[in-house]
């Protein structure tokens, strides 16, 4: 199947089977819900941001291989980043999960590139970046794909 081929690429494996970051953060300073009912994929993101930096970033839950190694690549990319830098790769991500290009370099996150061919993986593979900008925007009601 083309989709096997396109989108478990071994970078994906990996990180669906030793997810980073796949943990509770205790001193979370930032966290959101979000669901994505077309698969089942659900996950919480949790954040602590000191002085405009993601110091940590963490998510938890349960899903599909692509939502959760998206969280996985997601995490681990964004760890470390200025908050405004994190907001403007989220736009650059959603781009590339939708339409497969980007004007930027995205590093580890092209991987997911090919999402943008299967419309029902897209949701999968931006679940975790739309749950981790409800958790910037202190977002209370669980984010929802649909
Ligand atoms: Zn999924």
């Known amino acids: 199947m083309d989709v096997i081929k396109d989108l478990y690429q071994q970078l994906i494996i990996d990180h669906n089977q030793h997810p980073q970051n796949f943990r509770i953060l205790?001193?979370?300073?930032?966290s959101a819900e979000g669901h994505n009912p077309l698969c089942g994929d659900e996950m919480k993101v949790s954040l602590l941001e000191k002085d405009g930096i993601i110091k940590e970033i963490?998510?938890?839950?349960?899903g599909c291989a692509i939502s959760k190694a998206s969280a996985s690549i997601m995490t681990s990319t964004l760890k470390g980043m200025k908050v405004e830098d994190a907001k403007s790769l989220f736009i650059n991500f959603h781009t590339l999960a939708t339409t497969g290009e980007s004007s930027r370099d995205m590093g580890k996150l092209a991987v997911l590139?090919?999402?943008h061919k299967?419309?029902?993986?897209?949701?999968?593979?931006?679940l975790a970046w739309h749950t981790f900008n409800g958790a910037l925007n202190n977002t209370t009601e669980i984010i929802k794909t649909e």
């Open 113 to 115: 590139a090919g999402v």
């Open 118 to 126: 299967y419309p029902a993986r897209v949701k999968c593979a931006t």
């Open 58 to 62: 963490t998510f938890i839950g349960s």
């Open 26 to 30: 205790e001193n979370a300073s930032h």
